[in-house]
């Protein structure tokens, strides 16, 4: 589903770290080594139809690779 966030993501919390992640060797295969680990957080999001919802927002991320495979977990609202 695409989506553009179109505010500060809050409530930030990590979910799991290094090889407690179970994609970690698709991570490191497609976007390289790195310290990775898996975080969520709240936001509003404007979703393809035009509609503005409070989402759970999962991803990954890596020092120096960034915020990668961003997906709503749950509509909030």
């Avoid at 589903?1 to 979910?15: A, L, N, R, Y």
């Amino acid at each position: 589903m695409k989506f553009d966030i179109v505010s500060q993501i809050e409530d930030i919390e990590i979910v799991a770290v290094g090889t407690g992640i179970r994609d970690l060797a698709y991570l490191q295969k497609v976007y390289g080594h790195g310290r990775w680990r898996k975080l969520k957080g709240s936001a509003y999001v404007k979703l393809h139809n035009g509609r503005l919802r409070r989402v759970e927002l999962h991803w990954y991320e890596a020092h120096g690779v960034g915020q990668k495979d961003m997906k709503i977990k749950h509509y909030l609202d």
